[in-house]
Every structure is written in structure tokens, then in C-alpha cells.
């Protein structure tokens, strides 16, 4: 291959792009602008080796001219969405759960079980810090049960979450008495990773679940749901939509979370109310 062809190997032209775009927000409301294509285009190419194609453009006509999208699409969309997460990432509202949250919906409930949805769960980091937290009032004497549910797009990430097995440097963030509770090391000397202990993989369920769908299997009576920097990939209606989808789900009395970047939330749904400035309730 030419030096000229290796180059429009690597890059993807503009249709090819603007196809790719508009499949993505389509399937997952997730917006490409022109500013994200070397990104797509770097995260593409593993892909593309994978499958044995010579370019860029030739895999995206084959995902549509030789109608594979069917087959291709949960790849893709592992390809393109973000995945950023850390355990006790924004630990403002963790402490919010502990110190308010949890205390004042098991007053006003007659069950002590509470449900807390993780959408837009990623690896399952979010998911698990907020079964720590619960599990460690329950060792300091609060009477509850809990079920955690994680939910995502990305059926890599899932993965993870099921297994829940991590590298060490992602413990940084975690306090070091958690650490020592909450985490297995590798019989493995020569290995760092981790994986969470039985007794929080219990209580925590992942499903895939795309936030654009009409409807979600998710009960109706959730207390608490974190939603954190997943709306700003969207458009405004796109985000009016899932908010309002989102607090369908949560008991009345129940918290939305999200994220700094995300007060468009303020407004969307009648009644939900602002406790904090990253913290609803309804």
C-alpha cells in the first residue's frame, strides 16, 4: 500500500464519519461532533485489524452497505461511549447517603429494604462504593437491607462489573479500612489485582439497559438512582427525556444524582426538587 492509501486507510472521510455520528446518536443519543473524530478514529483501528479490514472506510461500508450492523453494533458501542469511573468518585454524595439519605428514607418507610439503581454503571465502581458505604452502617448498627442495581450500554464494561476483579491503583481512592474489608488480593503474589468480596457481589445485579429506550425493566419503587455524567453527552431533549424517565423510577420521597456538569436536570420533571446542587429528590 502506498503511502497516499495508508493515510485514507487511517482517516475516516467525511460521509463515513457523518454515518458513524448519526447511527451513534441514533442507537445511544450520544453526540459526535466533528471535534470527536480522531478519537473515534483511534479507538476504530483495533477494531478494524480485528475484523481484517484495509481502512477505516471500508469497515463502515460493510457495517451498512453489507448489512452486518446487527452483529457489529454492541461493538461499536463498546467503541465509542466513555467509561470514565473511580470508586468513591464525587464523595460529597456518599456522604449525602450516609449522613442524610439513607436516615430519612428508612424513617419514612415501613420496610427496611432500600433499592439504589447505578445507571450508567460502567465497570461497576459506583455500584460497589455505594454497597461499602451501605454495608458499613450496617456493621455500625443501622437495620436495613439493601439491592443494588447496575446498569450500562457497554456490554465490555459489564463484564467487569460481573466479576468485579480490578487493579490495585484503583483502591487509591478507597479508605484503607474499606480496603481491607471489602477486597480480596490474588493468591498470585506477582499480581495486583483485587476483586470484591462475596458479601457485596451479592446484593448487586448488572444488566445492559440503553438510557434511549422507551421504557426500562426496573422497578418503580428505586430510593435512590445516580445518573453522573452521562446526560452531558446528550441533546436537550435527549436529557429531558431521560430525567423524566429516570424519576418514574424512584419511590416519592427518592434522590436522583448526577453529575457536576448536569443542573439542567433542575426544572424537568414537576416536583423534583433541588436539596443540593448535584442532588434531586422527589
Partial sequence: MTPIMQ??????SDRHFRAIAQLIEGQVGIRLPDGKRLM?????????????????NEYVDNLFDDDQLDSELMHLIDVVTTNKTDFFREPSHFDF???????SLL????RDGLKVWSAACSTGMEAYTTAMVLDDMTRSGTRM?????GTDISTAVLRIARTAIYTGDTLAPVPPEFVKRYFL????RLSEEVRVVPELRRPANFMRLNLMDKSYPVDRDVDIIFCRNVLIYFEKATQRKVVSQLCDHLRPGGYLMVGHSESMVQGVVPGLKQVQPTIFRV
Fill in 40 to 56: 473515534l478514529e483511534g479507538r476504530l483501528h483495533k477494531r478494524v485489524r480485528a475484523l481484517n479490514y484495509s481502512g477505516l
Fill in 97 to 103: 447517603i450516609r449522613e442524610v439519605a439513607v436516615p
Fill in 185 to 188: 488480593r490474588s493468591r498470585n
Fill in 145 to 149: 437491607r439493601f439491592r443494588i442495581l
Fill in 7 to 12: 493515510h485514507a486507510a487511517a482517516h475516516l
Fill in 107 to 110: 424513617k419514612q418507610r415501613s
